[in-house]
């Protein structure tokens, strides 16, 4: 199932610096991403979400960009801290035709931040 | 903040054995999920809940899983005869309305063996 794919499996940056995490999908009836964060032995955790109908959404220094005719969204982070070190996955919304949504997630990116 | 709860934290077991994994979602959510993550994959879905019965579920969510809500507080996972490829971590997830974000529990680590 590769309907959602990071094919970024690392990144490393400065602290300080921009983080930019990149996100593609196949399926244009996807109607929600969402980006999680997560540490070894533990849960996602959940970070900031779009909807289909937006391009950006903002909550502190967390950005989610989506491009829709491109089927790309990206999660930016400014500035990166050292504890903004973890695996992020990018998860996308499907309808399942009933009550409930499932979510799809990608394979992650480990992001390292670098004091 | 509210959040998820699963216990245990690890579970070892034997293969052909029966596994009950608890969850707790937060209090006010609606919708209730499992998820699993085999080693070195990704997550994956395994079947929806809501208005107390199953809305939908995965291929891999064989005659040997079942859910059940037991009572307005819990939300558990019965895998009826584990086998060895059962082994990852399953993680409860819950949403306040099937728009909403998710959140996530800690995970329970099955071991089958």
């Known amino acids: 199932d590769q309907q959602v794919k990071q094919n970024s499996p690392s990144l490393s940056v400065q602290e300080g610096r921009i983080s930019i995490l990149n996100c593609d999908y196949t399926?244009?009836?996807?109607?929600?991403f969402l980006w999680y964060k997560k540490y070894p032995a533990e849960g996602p955790t959940f970070l900031i979400s779009i909807s289909s109908i937006k391009d950006k959404n903002e909550d502190g220094r967390f950005t989610v960009f989506l491009n829709k005719s491109a089927k790309h969204l990206s999660l930016h982070i400014v500035p990166s801290q050292p504890g903004d070190s973890a695996v992020y996955f990018c998860a996308a919304s499907a309808p399942l035709g009933g009550a409930t949504n499932k979510l799809i997630f990608g394979t992650g990116t480990l992001l390292a931040v670098q004091p | 903040e509210p959040e998820v709860t699963q216990t245990p934290s690890h579970q070892v077991t034997q293969m052909g054995q029966e596994v009950i994994l608890r969850c707790v979602p937060i209090?006010?959510?609606?919708?209730f999920y499992w998820y699993r993550q085999i080693l070195g994959q990704k997550v994956e879905f395994l079947v929806s809940f809501y208005n107390n019965e199953i809305s939908e579920k995965s291929e891999i969510f064989d005659d040997q899983f079942s859910v059940e809500r037991p009572d307005g507080s819990n939300f558990t996972l019965k895998i009826r005869s584990t086998k060895l490829e059962d082994s990852a971590m399953y993680f409860c997830?819950?949403?306040?309305?099937?728009?909403?974000?998710?959140?996530f529990g800690p995970g329970t680590r099955l071991t089958v063996t």
């Open positions: 997830a819950s949403s306040y309305d099937r728009d909403y974000e998710q959140y």
């Open positions: 399926n244009s009836m996807f109607d929600y």
């Open positions: 209090s006010n959510h609606l919708y």
